[in-house]
């Protein structure tokens, strides 16, 4: 939001506020608020607007598995429903956030947008069908495009401890110890969650016939992390946190190496401003300046998931 704003756009923003109160800090607000669900939003929401970032989603696997027809329903209809209202409003430009997750259990390694897709989940397929949907509205007016992000990391004024890096590094301040639930050795590409809005922002500027119905993937190839890699880069910070392999989620299916070639050939100027060293080393600094104890990092706050869990009567499949 403060990247939209720093650069002069006016900015309306739509969330059902699932979360609210769970702010870290103090949040940016847009210029305009619309407080309801995407799947209500209507012609006269979207009219006049230059482009549509769509983010909301039940947004991670285990969300996903609480309501499976809740997921669908946000994620693949409301989706879609949205992506063909702002077409009608004459938007021109439509961004959805995808996910590298879709290749799910990685077939190959360093996996392309045109390799398989191998989803294990409930979200990933929701990504994966509203991507395909949308991608059929493509035409000279109407520019969608598929930002398949890597997972995010790093401080935001909406922290999640619940995506792997920020979980490692929380669990190693308020605990001494780092939880790794895999055996440690499925491949993850990690972004910071700054460099996914700077590429969304670099996705609303690029000309419309380079990127039109593209998906894309968002990350750097050098941003590939073993999940034993991040447990080392959160030692290097925290360097007497013990590492314990707690085994609950058996062998993990997701598995994916990801590249990200063509990033760099649709956004040649577009770098990434954090790696995971320099990301961890920022929200490092912000946990320890908020005092992040135990009790945060066990409560519902951060945790997508326990939070969703106990707010699921705002939010009902149709
Ligand atoms: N966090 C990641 O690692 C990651 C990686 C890849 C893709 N993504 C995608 O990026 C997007 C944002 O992820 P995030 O981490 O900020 O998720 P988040 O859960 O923190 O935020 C999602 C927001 O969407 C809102 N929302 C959910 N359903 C809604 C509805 N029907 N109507 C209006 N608002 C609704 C919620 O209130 C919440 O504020 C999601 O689409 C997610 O699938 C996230």
């Known amino acids: 939001m403060d990247l939209l704003k720093a650069a002069g756009h006016r900015v309306v923003g739509c969330d059902l506020g699932l979360f ?41 696997d285990p969300m996903g598995a609480l309501d499976p027809k809740l997921t669908e329903s946000v994620n693949r209809e409301g989706s879609i429903h949205l992506a ?17 997750s ?6 190959k390694s360093d996996l392309c947008e045109d390799d398989e897709l191998a989803p294990v989940s409930v979200y990933a397929a929701s990504k994966i069908a509203a991507e395909r949907a ?6 000279r ?83 590939n992390y073993q999940v034993r890699d991040v447990a080392d880069a959160v030692l290097r910070l925290v360097p007497g946190a013990r590492v314990h392999y707690t085994g609950e989620t058996g062998p993990d299916p997701r598995n994916y190496r990801v590249n990200f070639d063509r990033l760099g050939k649709l956004l040649p100027g577009f770098k990434l401003e954090f790696d995971l060293e320099s990301g961890l080393r920022d929200l ?34 149709r």
């Open 141 to 223: 007016h109407f520019c969608p495009v598929f930002l398949r992000n890597s997972t995010a990391f790093g401080g935001s004024p909406m922290l999640r401890i619940d995506l792997v890096a920020n979980n490692f590094l929380a669990c190693a301040l308020a605990h001494g110890e780092i939880r790794i639930m895999s055996d440690g050795t499925p491949w993850r590409p990690l972004i910071h969650c700054r460099d996914i809005a700077r590429a969304f922002m670099a996705f609303c500027e690029a000309p419309a016939d380079l990127v039109r119905g593209a998906s894309v993937n968002v990350g750097g190839n050098r941003e």
């Open 20 to 60: 609210d109160g769970c702010e870290f800090s103090s949040v940016v607000r847009p210029d305009v608020e619309i407080a309801k669900d995407v799947r209500d939003l209507d012609i006269r929401d979207l009219a006049g607007a230059d482009a549509v970032m769509h983010l909301a989603a039940i947004s991670n």
């Open 284 to 317: 490092a600094q912000s946990l320890k300046a908020a005092k992040f104890s135990a009790a945060d990092f066990s409560g519902p706050k951060y945790v997508r998931l326990k939070t969703l869990q106990q707010r699921l009567h705002l939010i009902k499949a």
């Open 84 to 100: 063909e209202t702002a077409k009608k409003a004459g938007v021109p430009r439509f961004l959805f956030s995808s996910s590298c």
């Open 102 to 107: 879709i290749y799910g259990k990685g077939t």
């Open 134 to 139: 949308i991608g059929r509205l493509a035409d």
